[in-house]
């Protein structure tokens, strides 16, 4: 477990770090400075995790398979809000619940069931860029391109620093690590592009909270993806 926290640790502190400078540091004037500051940040955390995650990793043809399916079921997320009213997502601390549980907890199950199957190294980074090609393809957005292998980068950074442990601890801090981080880096966007501020607590709170959902979506999907793996074997 040791390990595994300290692992933890780090790929919290960049998004955290992230979110605090972004957050502390808005107004419309230094938009283009922080607009260079995420990208080079991101591209650090993407290039680093990327580098050592293919050093390391072995993906077979089935991994590449499972991740391409599961990726195209993760990208039907665009469409599961409209399952609930509209006015649900425009009241405060209710809006929060609905985006938590209508889009992070079941797509946490589906990253969960990915990780159970395999948790390879830049499987992560791979899952998280192919959703991001398909997002792009239904709402194209430029600006958000570098945001989805970051997502994956932090979690493979994660899953390589630990050397899969696989115990308990492991899979709820790795599915913390997706609620967190999910939620902070799509606020950084929000923020820098759209102008979408809100305090810091808030959106460290919220941060927080849905990490703490999607820990337990993704250990009920990694028992799904485990099982599933035990049956291929």
Same mark, same amino acid.
Do not use: Q, R
């Given at each position: 477990m040791r390990k595994s926290f300290i692992? !933890?640790?780090?790929?919290?502190?960049?998004?955290?770090?992230?979110l605090v400078i972004i957050t502390e540091s808005y107004s419309p004037r230094n938009v283009?400075?922080?607009?260079?500051?995420?990208?080079?940040?991101?591209?650090l955390v993407i290039a680093f995790s990327a580098y050592y995650?293919?050093?390391?990793?072995?993906?077979?043809?089935?991994?590449?398979?499972?991740?391409?399916?599961?990726?195209a079921l993760f990208s039907t997320e665009l469409f599961w809000g409209m399952a609930l009213p509209a006015p649900l997502f425009l009241i405060p601390g209710i809006s929060f619940i609905s985006v938590s549980l209508t889009s992070y907890l079941p797509k946490s199950i589906i990253y969960g069931t990915l990780i159970g199957f395999s948790s390879k190294p830049f499987i992560s980074t791979l899952f998280f860029t192919i959703w991001g090609m398909v997002s792009e393809i239904l709402f194209?957005? *430029?600006?958000?391109? *570098?945001?989805y292998p970051m997502w994956g980068a932090l979690?493979?950074?994660?899953?390589?620093?630990?050397?899969?442990?696989?115990s308990k601890y492991w899979v709820f801090f790795l599915g913390f690590l997706f609620g967190f981080s999910g939620w902070s880096l799509t606020k950084v966007y929000m923020i820098i592009f759209w102008g979408n501020w809100h305090p810091l607590f808030l959106s460290l709170m919220a941060s927080f909270l849905n990490g703490l959902i999607t820990g337990l979506g993704l250990m009920t999907? !990694?028992?799904?993806g485990f099982k599933a793996r035990s049956l291929s074997l």
């Open positions: 692992a !933890f640790l780090i790929p919290l502190s960049i998004s955290t770090s992230l283009p400075l922080l607009m260079i500051l995420n990208l080079v940040s991101n591209s995650s293919l050093k390391l990793s072995d993906i077979s043809t089935l991994d590449y398979a499972i991740t391409a399916l599961l990726a194209f957005n *430029p600006a958000w391109i *570098p945001y979690l493979d950074l994660y899953i390589i620093l630990s050397d899969n442990e696989y999907g !990694f028992k799904i």
